[in-house]
Nanobody, 123 residues
């Protein structure tokens, strides 16, 4: 059974940086597309970034140039480096995998989810 555990959230001032990590167990990490979504209070969960099993990366427009996703197949880990954070980035961030090789930004394509980690950006 695939299990995802996130870490690295916290409170930061606007303009600051945070790094999120997610460890996958119970599956073949190197074969999986990995993604990050976020959900703010009262809003729907939205796509943030993804990385395919081949290492291709993709981002939602609002984080391009500020966030960087990466993966370490030896450690079954996906990371999200977040720079130049804004108050509107405040949300709970979820690590997820579709269990497939190719990327997607659609919520319904993702089958496995972590519990999430809170990111709060103060103005």
């Amino acid at each position: 059974q695939v299990r995802l555990v996130e870490s690295g959230g916290g409170l930061v001032q606007a303009g600051g940086s945070l790094s999120l990590s997610c460890v996958l167990s119970g599956g073949t990490f190197s074969s999986y597309n990995m993604g990050w979504f976020r959900q703010a209070p009262g809003k729907e969960r939205e796509f943030v970034s993804g990385i395919t099993s081949f290492g291709g990366t993709y981002y939602t427009d609002s984080v391009k140039g500020r966030f960087t996703i990466s993966r370490d197949n030896a450690k079954n880990t996906v990371n999200l480096q977040m720079n130049s954070l804004k108050p509107e980035d405040t949300a709970r961030y979820y690590c997820t995998t579709s269990g497939k090789r190719y990327g997607s930004s659609r919520l319904t394509d993702y089958a496995y989810w972590g519990q999430g980690t809170q990111v709060t950006v103060s103005s």
